[in-house]
C-alpha cells in the first residue's frame, strides 16, 4: 500500500467505487444462490464457534463490572437492567464486527487473493463473467445474513452469560436481575445493533473482496491484503459505529 | 469465421516505465499469429490488453468494428464472449474438478441443458485428450493437463478469436509438438483467429501465417512468416536463430559498439550456421482426418512446392 496523500485517496475512491458497483449490480439476474448459500454457510461456519466463545466472556466481564459497581452504590436491583442494555447495545455489535471482520473477512480476502494471483479472475473476466456479481455480491449479502444472526446468538449468549455471573457468582438475586431486564433496554435498541450489524457484515465483506481482488505480487501479496483487509475493516468499523450509535441517541427517545 | 483485430498506436505503461508504445498491427482474420519477444517485454501485458483486462495509454484496439478501449464494463463483457483466452497456467477455478470447470462458462452463459453440456464438454475433452481425468482437481494434476484443460474450457463457448499466454512453457517438447500440432487442427476446424505469444522459437518456425517481435519497448516488426524468417533486421535474425550474438542481451539490451563487433565476427566465422537454420522450417499442417478448409489447401500446396520430400508425408496421409 503506498504511503502517499495520492495513495491513499485513490484507494479509497477505488473502494467507494467498488461498494457503488456492489449496490448497483445486487439486483441483477440471474441471482447467484448457490454462491451465496455457500458462502453463507462457510462464513456462519468459520464463525459461530468463536463468537460464542467470546461473548460469554464478554457478557461475564460486563456482568462482573457493573455487579461491584451497583454494590458500591447500592443500586443491585439495576445491575440486570445495566449489563443487558451494555450488552444488547454495545457489546453485541462490537463482537459481531471484530469476528465477521477478523474469521470471515480475512476467510473471503484470502479466497479472492489467491484467486486473483492465480490468475482465475481474469479468467473469469475473460469468460465473461463479472466477478462483482458472481463472486463479490453473493459474499457480501451473506456476510450480511451471517451478521445479523450472529448479533443475536452474542445478544442470548452474553445476557445468558451475565446472568449466570451476576447470580451464580456475585450473589445476585434471580428475580431482581430478570425484573429489571427492560427498565432501561428497548425493544429498538435490539434493532438498532441488528442494523448495526447489518451495515457491519456489509462493510467487512466489501473491504475484503476489495483488498482481495487488487492482491498482487505473488503469494506475499495476498498476506499483506488480508493484514490490511483486517485493519482497515477494523477501523470503518469502529467510526461506523460511532457514528451509528450517536444518530441512534438523537432520533430514538430512551427511557427513564 | 474468424475475427480481425486492428490494433492502432497502442501504447502502455506502468507509473513512469512504458512497457511498449506505438504498437500497430493487424491480426487478419482466421489466421495463426505469434507474438515473439524476449523475457519480459510485456507479452503477457499486451494479451491482457487485447481482451480488455488492463486499459491502454493510448491507441485503439478495434475488434468486429467496435474500440474495446473505449467500451463500457458492461459492453466488454459482451464483447469478451468473442474470446477464449488460454492463459500460462491454465487459470483453472481450483475449487472445481475438470468437469465442472470447462461446463462452468456454458452454465453461465447458455441455457443449455446438463445432457447438452455434458456432450460439448466431453468432446472438448477428448479434443484435447483429457477423457478420464474428469473428476480431478487443478490441484491434482501436471502443468501440462492445466494448460489444456484451461485450453478446453476456452474452447466451449466456440470463440472467433483466441489468445495462448504461452502454451510451451514448462511443457516437454514432445507435448509442445503435440500441442502445436492441436492448435494447427484447431485453426484448420474453428477458422478462428489465434493469437500465440511465446519465446519458444520452434513453434513460431512451424506454426504460424504471421509472427510479430516485441523489443525494446516497440514492434521491431510485424508481417508473413517468410518475410520475419527471412529478415535481416539484427534483433529478428538473433531472436530467431537463438544466438548470444546481436542486439538482445541477458540483461537488457547491448551497446552499439558491442553488437557491432559481435555480428562482425559472426560475418567471418560463424556464418554457415546462421545460414542453414535462416532456412525456411516446412509448416505444421493439420493433421490426417481434419478436412482441410480452402485456407489450408492453398498453404499445403505451396509448402509442397517448398519442401517436395516433407510435404510428401502431410499429402500421402
Known sequence: ?256 | MGVEICVEGLTKSFGHQVIWQDVSLTLPAGEVSVMLGPSGTGKSVFLKTLVGLLKPDRGSIRIAGQDITKLREHDLYEVRKLFGVLFQDGALFGSMNLYDNIAFPLREHTRKSESEIRRIVLEKMDMVGLIGAEEKLPGEISGGMRKRAGLARALVLDPEIILFDEPDSGLDPVRVAYLNQLIVDLNAQIDATFLIVTHDIASARQVPDNIGLLFRRELVMFGPREKLLTSDEPVVRQFLNGRMQGPIGMAEEKDAAQVEQELAQLGNGAHADSVSRTEMTPRLLPGPGITRPPRWQAIARREAELHPVHAWKGAGA
Not at chain 1, 453473493?138 to 455471573?165: C, D, E, I, K, T
Not at chain 1, 433496554?185 to 448495526?196: G, V
Request: include cysteine; glycine fraction near 10%; charged fraction near 10%.
Open chain 1, 1 to 256: 500500500m503506498s504511503l502517499s496523500p495520492t495513495g491513499a485517496l485513490r484507494h479509497s475512491g477505488s473502494l467507494f467505487a467498488m461498494a457503488l458497483d456492489v449496490l448497483r449490480t445486487m439486483p441483477r439476474r440471474p441471482f447467484q444462490l448457490r454462491e451465496f448459500i455457500q458462502q453463507a454457510w462457510f462464513v456462519a461456519s468459520v464463525t459461530i464457534l468463536p463468537t460464542a466463545l467470546v461473548s460469554i466472556p464478554f457478557g461475564a466481564v460486563i456482568a462482573l463490572q457493573i455487579g461491584s459497581l451497583t454494590r458500591q452504590l447500592g443500586a443491585q436491583s439495576f445491575s440486570g437492567a445495566a449489563s443487558v442494555l451494555a450488552v444488547l447495545r454495545e457489546a453485541s455489535p462490537i463482537v459481531t464486527a471484530l469476528l465477521i471482520a477478523g474469521a470471515g473477512g480475512t476467510a473471503i480476502c484470502a479466497d479472492l487473493g489467491a484467486r486473483k494471483i492465480r490468475e482465475e479472475i481474469d479468467a473469469m473476466q475473460v469468460l465473461g463473467i463479472d466477478p462483482i456479481h458472481r463472486l463479490v455480491v453473493p459474499r457480501v449479502l451473506a456476510s450480511m445474513v451471517v451478521a445479523v444472526l450472529l448479533n443475536g446468538l452474542v445478544s442470548v449468549v452474553g445476557v445468558a452469560g451475565g446472568y449466570f455471573f451476576n447470580v451464580v457468582l456475585q450473589d445476585g438475586t434471580p428475580g431482581a436481575y430478570l425484573a429489571s431486564f427492560t427498565t432501561l433496554a428497548q425493544l429498538s435498541d435490539l434493532w438498532a445493533a441488528e442494523l448495526k450489524a447489518l451495515v457491519f457484515g456489509a462493510i467487512a465483506a466489501i473491504v475484503a473482496s476489495y483488498k482481495g481482488l487488487t492482491a498482487k505480487g505473488g503469494p506475499k501479496g495476498v498476506g499483506d491484503a488480508v493484514n490490511q483487509s483486517v485493519v482497515i475493516t477494523f477501523m470503518l468499523l469502529f467510526v461506523t459505529n460511532f457514528v451509528m450509535t450517536a444518530v441512534y441517541f438523537q432520533i430514538v427517545p430512551q427511557r427513564g
